[in-house]
T-cell receptor, first 115, second 115 residues
Framework: AQKVTQAQTEISVVEKEDVTLDCVYE???????LFWYKQPPSGELVFLIRRNSFDEQNEISGRYSWNFQKSTSSFNFTITASQVVDSAVYFC????????????FGGGTRLMVKP | DAGVIQSPRHEVTEMGQEVTLRCKPISGHNSLFWYRQTMMRGLELLIYFNNNVPIDDSGMPEDRFSAKMPNASFSTLKIQPSEPRDSAVYFC?????????????FGPGTRLTVL
């Protein structure tokens, strides 16, 4: 069975602050992929990143960075110098080689960035 | 490029009525997924298709729900008869290939309200 836990249900920061969204996962699969999606107030789910279980290199894309640590089963997401437009619900998700095409989502973290 | 298209965007109906939600996946994608999002249960996978064939429908709540994919560019999710507890946002997503490692691209969702 797969499980994704996002312990932070809501985070509130002031613009320009850095913020880290936590994601912890459980899987018995030997090969798996981790994903982050963003759901802005408009409601659609936007794909942000995919990371496979064999690649533990951190990734940076502009103000976004991701830290994958297999030893702690975590795939955390950091937004540097947050902006009001970053306000959204962020979902971490997991797909494993024995789970077919099924994505298991975490419960989401609602990020509110105040001006 | 056109993304995943869903219609209608909003649907309000009365208990007992039939509801049909529609989805057009991204051209060339051969996996299609139906999800339901509620505050209580988060994002749940209802069913997914690969090459128009239903692969896993274990998430379909009950016999009132049915899904079809008559061709590669169209899928429907039908609820008959609808009940107030079916009120949710229903998302359709598609991905390239049948790999569990491929990212899924989501449509804008259909917000269903059953009175």
């Amino acid at each position: 069975a797969q499980k994704v836990t996002q312990a932070q249900t809501e985070i509130s920061v002031v613009e320009k602050e850095d913020v880290t969204l936590d994601c912890v996962y459980e899987t018995r699969d030997t090969t798996y992929y981790l994903f982050w999606y963003k759901q802005p107030p408009s409601g659609e789910l936007v794909f942000l990143i995919r990371r496979n279980s064999f690649d533990e290199q951190n990734e940076i894309s502009g103000r976004y960075s991701w830290n994958f640590q297999k030893s702690t089963s975590s795939f955390n997401f950091t937004i540097t110098a947050s902006q009001v437009v970053d306000s959204a619900v962020y979902f971490c998700a997991l797909s494993g080689n024995n789970a077919g095409n099924m994505l298991t989502f975490g419960g989401g973290t609602r990020l509110m960035v105040k001006p | 490029d056109a993304g995943v298209i869903q219609s209608p965007r909003h649907e309000v109906t009365e208990m007992g009525q039939e509801v049909t939600l529609r989805c057009k996946p991204i051209s060339g994608h051969n996996s299609l997924f139906w999800y339901r999002q509620t505050m209580m249960r988060g994002l749940e996978l209802l069913i997914y298709f690969n090459n128009n064939v239903p692969i896993d429908d274990s998430g379909m709540p009950e016999d009132r729900f049915s899904a079809k994919m008559p061709n590669a560019s169209f899928s429907t999710l039908k609820i008959q008869p609808s009940e107030p507890r079916d009120s949710a946002v229903y998302f359709c997503a598609s991905s390239l290939g049948q790999g569990w490692y491929n990212e899924q691209f989501f449509g804008p969702g259909t917000r269903l309200t059953v009175l």
